[in-house]
Every structure is written in structure tokens, then in C-alpha cells.
């Protein structure tokens, strides 16, 4: 399955799936779903590594929950050949605030998202220097998926998505704010839908957000302790 097409799928598979956290075994894509050896190596070399992504963003973001095989190495929307990105993919469980709302336009909201979660997230991709190392591996990516304001009519949901690829180098600059926002966001790929239909390029920005380090939800303990949540 091209990466097009596999943002594509994941997209459906929000929409119809509602936002019910995907277990461990179901999140991580299995190797026979690998096509290539390339991608079923770095799989398998990094599973323990991919496990604990999985548990970090579940017991420490548990506002945010991994999708069923939004976890693994994909290729990159739109780019040929079989360069492999580590990547995650997330509905976003929140209350449509009347601020959320008010932001006016499809960019604003990926923007404000990308922002709170997607640099976040990145960090957890991000965060282990054998993974990072590994020549095999050429970036890391995050999809974001969320109710779109006003989206919910009935039993029918519309979603937003945001899909940001980038390499492995750019990413690492820009977490260590070595460039800027405005540089990293022109180095990578960026999708985004509104439902099922494909925009156009998003002007995305991003700016500081420290919802993700300083939230918490009430009366929520994380359950493995050893994570340092």
C-alpha cells in the first residue's frame, strides 16, 4: 500500500472507528504487514522500542489514542522509492472549546494541534539515539486526527487530519531548536484532509505549547509508575 493511500485508509479508519484506543498488539503494525525487507528489519530491531512509545503516549498523554497499525515504519506521503519513517498515529480526545472552534480555518486548527501535540510527539519518536542511528531509518512522521468543530451531526462524525513527515535530521534540529519553526515546516511533508477529501498545502505555523508537559487530567494516576510521566 502506497503512503497515499495508507494516510488515506488510516483517515477512513478514524472516521468509522470513533476514538477507542487501539491495545498494544493491534496499534503496532505486525510484520507480515511490512512489504518490504527494508521496513520488516527495522520492525524487528526496534520492537521493544516501538512498545515503549506505545506505553509512554498511552498512560502519559491518555488524551491521545494510537490508532490500530498507527504505529510502525511507513513511507513518506508522496515520496518515491522505500525510504522508511517511524511513525505515529493519534486521535486527539478533546472538548471542541468555543476557542478551538473560533479559530476560523482548517490551518489555524492543524496549526494549533501540531502544536500542542505533534512537536510532543515528535519528541517521543525522537527520543532514543539507536533508533535515530539506524541508517535504515529516514525520518519520523505524525498523524493527527480529530472531531472537526461542528463535526458531529447525528451518529455521523467528520474528522480533520494533519500529516507532517519529516527527516530524521530536520526533526532532530528543530527539537533542539537549532532552526526554526519556519525552516523545519518548509523541509517537510505535509497533508491534511478535511473528512475524506484532500486539501490543498496547509500554511502550517508552530509555535510554542506546553499543554502536553503541564495538563493533567483529574483524578488520573498512570499506572506504570516507571514511565516518569
Not at 52 to 59: A, F, K, P
Not at 100 to 117: D, Q, T, V
Not at 132 to 147: E, K, M, N, Q, R
Amino acid at each position: 500500500m502506497g503512503a497515499r493511500s495508507l494516510l488515506i485508509a488510516l483517515v477512513l479508519v478514524a472516521l468509522a472507528g470513533g476514538a477507542v484506543a487501539a491495545p498494544p498488539e493491534e496499534a503496532i503494525v505486525a510484520l507480515d504487514k511490512y512489504t518490504t525487507e527494508k521496513a520488516r528489519t527495522l520492525a524487528t530491531t526496534f520492537t521493544p522500542q516501538l512498545r515503549q512509545i506505545y506505553n509512554r503516549v498511552y498512560h502519559c498523554r491518555p488524551w491521545l489514542d494510537v490508532r490500530k497499525g498507527g504505529l510502525g515504519f511507513t513511507r513518506a506521503v508522496g515520496q518515491p522509492g522505500d525510504d522508511r519513517f517511524l511513525n505515529i498515529w493519534v486521535w486527539v480526545e478533546q472538548e471542541i472549546t468555543p476557542e478551538f472552534a473560533g479559530l476560523g480555518s482548517a490551518a489555524r486548527r492543524a496549526s494549533a494541534m501540531f502544536s500542542r501535540h505533534g512537536v510532543d510527539l515528535l519528541r517521543h519518536l525522537a527520543a532514543d539515539a539507536r533508533v535515530f542511528g539506524d541508517p535504515a531509518l529516514a525520518g519520523y512522521s505524525v498523524i493527527l486526527t480529530w472531531l472537526k468543530p461542528d463535526g458531529r451531526v447525528g451518529n455521523e462524525e467528520t474528522a480533520e487530519t494533519l500529516g507532517v513527515f519529516a527527516d530524521k535530521s530536520s526533526v532532530q534540529a528543530f527539537l533542539a531548536k537549532q532552526i526554526s519553526a519556519r525552516e523545519f515546516v518548509e523541509k517537510a511533508t505535509i497533508v491534511a484532509f478535511d473528512g475524506k477529501d484532500r486539501l490543498g498545502q496547509l500554511p502550517l505555523e508552530v509555535w510554542e505549547d506546553n499543554f502536553a508537559t503541564t495538563f493533567k487530567l483529574k483524578n488520573y494516576e498512570p499506572e506504570d509508575k516507571s514511565l516518569g510521566c
